[in-house]
């Protein structure tokens, strides 16, 4: 993308959580309590306002599975088993290996809690590896949904809806007496956010681990090789720079992950179905929300802004 081209916006939707200097839609979203830190990636609670009869059609590509309380629009997700349907819903959703399709009608309401690798596992959730680009019917993942739907007053601010659900997360937590994920797990992605070039080899080294280990850790708690996991945070980085929601400090160090031109637009395609033109063309609200929230946190896990600091893009 450069400098004078800006992501395309679609003009039928408005998002409760304000916009990015390009007219991006971005939700409210924020790094959970400390005590907390360890399991719980993000909380998020995204409202968006469109014409009754409106049908969005987007995609999700999110790198965390993710609790997703769904209490308004209807909703339309391509799945690894196959199309799914929803209304009101509490589902569990798995990492996804490449975009999603997915579509909604008419305004919506979505809430979530973004797990970190290895919380499943410490939480006696779904096994990762058999998830991964599946949606789960909470019930069917271990969780109660009418419980979930109690947490939400309609009239509340979203932050006391991130509130509740630190708080019922919190005490999920204290029944299992969880241990913090593999402290492998968390390295690992803490490398995949600041260099995920880096070799496998490499990082195995500078951890102390033996390779194979490591590659089991990180099947078990990403779903997937640690080589798909670095190539998958490299697209989503890119994706995010491409939306407008990554900081423009970053766009030259992003470009040189990637070998040459040919080599970002076949991984970029693989991975989201369309090139990098075709994704700055293509209105992209439902994707752009997401990346978002995962670009905030990247930064503020780096150190690059503090949590609650306004974001490059704002």
């Not at 014409?51 to 309380?69: H, K, Q, S, T, V």
């Not at 109690?150 to 007496?177: G, K, N, Q, Y």
């Not at 423009?248 to 040189?256: G, M, N, R, W, Y």
Request: hydrophobic fraction near 40%.
């Amino acid at each position: 993308m450069t400098r004078k081209q800006r992501p395309a916006v679609d003009r039928s939707i408005a998002s409760g959580g304000g916009v990015t200097r390009d007219g991006q839609p971005i939700s409210y979203n924020r790094a959970p309590a400390d005590d907390l830190a360890p399991w719980i990636a993000r909380l998020y609670v995204t409202k968006v306002d469109m014409p009754a009869e409106y049908r969005l059609n987007c995609g999700l590509f999110n790198d965390a599975a993710c609790i997703r309380i769904q209490l308004r629009g209807q909703w339309t997700a391509d799945t690894a088993d196959g199309r799914m349907e929803m209304g009101k819903s509490a589902l569990f959703f798995g990492p996804q290996s490449r975009r999603m399709p997915i579509s909604v009608t008419g305004s919506f309401i979505s809430v979530g809690a973004m797990l970190r690798p290895g919380a499943c596992h410490v939480l006696k959730g779904p096994k990762v590896p058999e998830i991964v680009d599946w949606i789960v019917p909470m019930a069917d993942a271990g969780g109660n949904p009418d419980e979930w739907f109690s947490l939400f007053a309609p009239d509340a601010e979203p932050e006391a809806w991130c509130l509740a659900m630190e708080d019922r997360l919190r005490t999920r937590i204290a029944v299992l007496d969880a241990p913090e994920p593999d402290p492998a797990t968390t390295r690992f992605e803490a490398a995949a956010f600041a260099d995920p070039t880096i070799s496998i080899k490499q990082f195995a080294e500078r951890a102390a681990i033996e390779q194979r280990r490591l590659e089991r850790i990180i099947r078990r708690d990403f779903g997937m090789p640690p080589k798909q996991v670095l190539r998958r945070a490299r697209a989503l980085d890119m994706a995010s720079h491409l939306r407008g929601v990554a900081d423009k400090d970053e766009a030259e160090a992003l470009a040189l992950r990637y070998y040459d031109q040919s080599h970002l637009i076949r991984e970029f395609s693989e991975l989201f179905g369309m090139s990098p033109r075709q994704f700055v063309e293509t209105p992209q609200p439902l994707m752009t929300l997401a990346l978002e929230t995962r670009q905030a946190r990247r930064l503020e896990m780096m150190a690059r802004i503090a949590p609650g600091e306004i974001r490059p893009w704002e």
